[in-house]
């Protein structure tokens, strides 16, 4: 029996990136990286700071990750640091998966217009904002063209109760992702938001009454249930693959068809 081999237009052999956001082996984000590593992809992963290391080191090991880099975009230089050391071990960067989100507990669960300016500054700054920067960064090291993905969530198109100001957010993250294809389409370098159903993650434990939207997806759902974070990881990394090279600037819902029932 013939052994399976990839199809070019799915595979990543050849192809580095960088990938933030892995908070546990229940992250999103490490979906993404197995998946990009089944197809051949070499990865840089980041870590937050040293208490979420020792959950995430492990698996970066495991997932044979060329490096292993502490970024918090809170701080100056971070993310600029965290670039520069994957042009000395890649050259040139292929794709990029920007999977960090942050928002104050008060400002998640309660009215909009009650949160604070700093609450909301540091919501848009760490989850939008600073995709926008990876952007500028790594444009230098995308000379040939790549991808750029970021996470959102339905919450930036509908009203989703203990979602507040993150779903402002997230509406305007998506934004970010339509203007920045335009900018950097000339180069070659695609843009997307890759939008998942509702899945149990460290995030997502901050919203309230989670397992009653859980439920309520899957009721509502044309499929009849959830996604996981493996379907999540294999769609993203199509998106870093050839096989989508002619697509940019969406919003790519991965729901099991929920965002399409009122």
Do not use: W
Request: glycine share 10%; net charge negative; proline share 3%.
């Amino acid at each position: 029996m013939n052994s399976y081999v990839t199809p070019p237009f799915l595979s990543l052999a050849g192809k580095k990136g960088l990938i933030t956001g892995i908070a546990n082996d229940k992250s999103i984000a490490y979906a993404v990286a197995k998946a990009i590593v089944e197809l051949g992809g070499e990865i840089i992963i980041t870590y937050q700071n040293e208490k979420t290391a020792q959950y995430t080191r492990p698996l970066a090991a495991a997932l044979g990750a060329t490096d292993f880099l502490k970024l918090d975009v809170t701080e100056p230089e971070s993310l600029e640091t965290v670039v520069a050391k994957c042009r000395d071990a890649f050259g040139e960067i292929d794709f990029a998966i920007h999977s960090m989100a942050f928002c104050k507990a008060d400002d998640l669960q309660g009215r909009v217009i009650d949160s604070s300016e700093d609450g909301f500054n540091l919501a848009m700054n760490i989850s939008c904002h600073s995709f926008l920067r990876m952007g500028k960064a790594l444009e230098p090291l995308m000379a040939h063209g790549g991808a750029l993905i970021t996470m959102s969530y339905l919450g930036a198109e509908r009203v989703v109760h203990d979602y507040g100001v993150m779903g402002i957010v997230k509406a305007a993250l998506e934004s970010s992702v339509r203007y920045m294809a335009y900018d950097l389409g000339p180069k070659g370098i695609r843009v997307f938001a890759v939008s998942p159903g509702p899945i149990m993650t460290r995030a997502a434990s901050g919203i309230s009454n989670f397992s009653h939207l859980l439920e309520a997806d899957a009721h509502k759902a044309p499929l009849g249930r959830t996604v996981t974070i493996d379907e999540v990881g294999a769609l993203t990394a199509f998106l870093c693959a050839k096989g989508s090279s002619g697509m940019t600037g969406q919003t790519i819902y991965v729901d099991a068809g929920a965002h399409i029932i009122a």
